[in-house]
């Protein structure tokens, strides 16, 4: 059972307003039938009505499915506090599948729950391991709480497996490697890890970007120049990037011109 302590119980359905015609209307049809409609609006943006039929089915002796449902609706609709004050419930009635987890351990973080939240993703990582979208998540997550060690570790543990034949997202993960070494100001290991980057990624304009902002810091303003002049051919038209590759032009050929 996840322990979330900082959370006052309160009676769930008091959280919302229902709409009483649209109650009443949905009230004749079966309950799969509203959950389908549920389901329907909740894609389509819809949340009033999605929650009303939630709300319906939950007042109704739910089926399990019903609180999975619910869960996703309160997690995508940032209702956080109100999906963790349902969590008793849906763990009594269902086995959360690993992208639920990853919904509950955001929630926490939301909540300003982050001890809890980490925890459970700890966890998480222990069951699914070399899941790249739970490392991902976790690495974000430590580096959210200002512990980029910690969010490196859980990079570096994941290339450690996969740099060999792994994922075809390799590189996102060598990227978010060189940022955190960015942060931790190494930036000898950083650019490498940039170069490694844009070897299997060649087109990933992320990875000139940094390289670019790297040289920058570094006082290699040639370079510089021309690594924002590759992520803006990558990329397309970006102000922002345009004035500084502008300004770093000016500033080189003033440089250039002084005896």
């Known amino acids: 059972m996840m322990r979330v302590t900082a959370l006052r119980p309160h009676y769930l359905l008091l959280l919302f307003l229902i709409n009483s ?12 039938h509203i959950y389908l409609w549920a389901h329907y ?9 999605a929650r009303s039929c939630y709300l319906i089915l939950l007042a109704n002796q739910p089926s399990p499915y019903i609180y999975s449902g619910f869960l996703e609706h309160l997690f995508y609709t ?23 987890k990853i919904m509950v351990a955001e929630s926490l973080l939301a909540a300003g729950l982050a001890p809890d939240g980490l925890m459970l993703l700890e966890k998480l990582i222990k069951e699914e391991k070399n899941n790249p979208e739970i490392v991902l998540k976790i690495s974000q997550a430590y580096l959210s709480n200002n512990n980029p060690v910690q969010a490196l570790h859980h990079i570096d543990t994941y290339l ?61 303003t040639s370079q510089a120049i021309k690594n924002y002049q590759q992520y803006l051919n990558l990329a397309g038209p970006n102000p922002l990037i345009k004035g500084e590759l502008e300004r770093l032009k000016f500033q080189h050929e003033k440089s250039v011109k002084k005896p």
């Open 78 to 100: 940032g209702l956080h506090t109100a999906l963790l004050q349902l969590m008793p419930f849906i763990e009594k009635s269902i086995q959360l599948t690993w992208q639920q």
């Open 160 to 220: 450690s497996c996969n740099s060999k034949g792994g994922s075809a997202a390799i590189y996102l993960f060598y990227l978010s490697r060189a940022q955190i070494l960015v942060m931790l100001n190494k930036k000898s290991a950083a650019r490498e890890t940039i170069l490694k980057t844009i070897e299997l990624q060649p087109k990933f304009e992320q990875a000139w970007l940094l390289l670019a902002i790297l040289d920058e810091q570094e006082g290699n």
């Open 21 to 32: 015609s649209t109650l009443a209307f949905l009230g004749q049809e079966h309950h799969y």
């Open 41 to 49: 609006n909740q894609n389509q943006k819809n949340h009033e009505i």
